[in-house]
Each structure stands twice: as structure tokens, then as C-alpha cells.
């Protein structure tokens, strides 16, 4: 039921109630190398994580989001539509080998009614399916607008 509700939309539309999304590095210093952020499409928000917590391979993020600017929210009001509904299908919740090589990771997320499922894919285009590398340059672009 889950599932149906996120692929309500369209068969190529997910409407999730919140996207957690950012990227992460291991073998990095600063407050650049983990960037988490939390977009309330009803509430048109976005709220930044403070803690930079590397995420787990295991679990949800557990974030602390401060909200960040009506700006910053247009930036990346439309990444919900972006996430590819095929997404869903995957069954495992590590795409490729995130941060394997120090070149970082993206993470993402989808709360749907409090349903929650996680994503931790791979920077590296050649170590994941072709249908993400629309999302991954999508979330590299935007993530640098937003530091």
C-alpha cells in the first residue's frame, strides 16, 4: 500500500510528503563534507541538517534541520518530481559503492505518510543503472547552489 500511494501521481512521479536528500564524504574535513537536507513540498520548506552525521548504510538519516530560505526552498522545489519512480523498485539500500573510493555519495530519502525508505547511491556513473544519472547530476548541481 505504501509503494501505491508514492506512485499515486503518475507512473513516473513520486509525491513523497518529504525528500531528505544531500551528499557525503568520508575522507574530508570541513562542514562541506556532509550535507543533508529535509524538502516539505506541502509546507514549501527546506531546513538543513546541522549535525553532518555520515549516514547510515543501515538506517534512516537522523537529522537536526533548521529551516533555510524561501530562495534556497525554489532552488530545489521541484527535485520530488525528478526522483525517478523506478527508484522504488530498488531492493537494496546502497546503489553502487558510495564513498568507496573517497569520491562521496548521495543520500535520499522519501517519507510518505510515515513510511520511510533510503537510498545511498554512488557518485560514480559507471557503478550505477543509467536511469540515475539524470538524479545524480541533478543533485550535484543543486547541492553546490546551495552551499
Known amino acids: 500500500m505504501a509503494a501505491t500511494s508514492l506512485t499515486a501521481c503518475t507512473k513516473d512521479e513520486v509525491a513523497p510528503d518529504t525528500l531528505v536528500f544531500g551528499q557525503f564524504y568520508g575522507e574530508c574535513a570541513g562542514e562541506r563534507c556532509i550535507e543533508i537536507y529535509q524538502l516539505t513540498p506541502r509546507a514549501r520548506t527546506l531546513a538543513e541538517d546541522t549535525q553532518d552525521k555520515y549516514p547510515s548504510f543501515t538506517s534512516p538519516y537522523q537529522g537536526q534541520f ?7 526552498y525554489a532552488k530545489v522545489s521541484d527535485l520530488p518530481d525528478l526522483i525517478p519512480a523506478k527508484l522504488l523498485a530498488e531492493s537494496a539500500h546502497v546503489i ?26 554512488d557518485t560514480q556513473k559507471q557503478n550505477i543503472p543509467a536511469y540515475l544519472h539524470p ?13
Not at 66 to 72: E, I, K, L, M, Q
Not at 106 to 115: A, I, K, M, S
Open 135 to 147: 538524479l545524480v547530476d541533478t543533485l550535484q548541481s543543486r547541492i553546490a547552489q546551495l552551499q
Open 66 to 72: 533548521v529551516a533555510r530560505s524561501a530562495t534556497d
Open 96 to 121: 553502487g559503492q558510495p564513498d568507496a573510493g573517497d569520491w562521496g555519495g548521495y543520500y535520499v530519502e522519501l517519507n510518505d505518510h510515515g513510511t520511510r525508505r533510503f537510498w545511498l547511491i
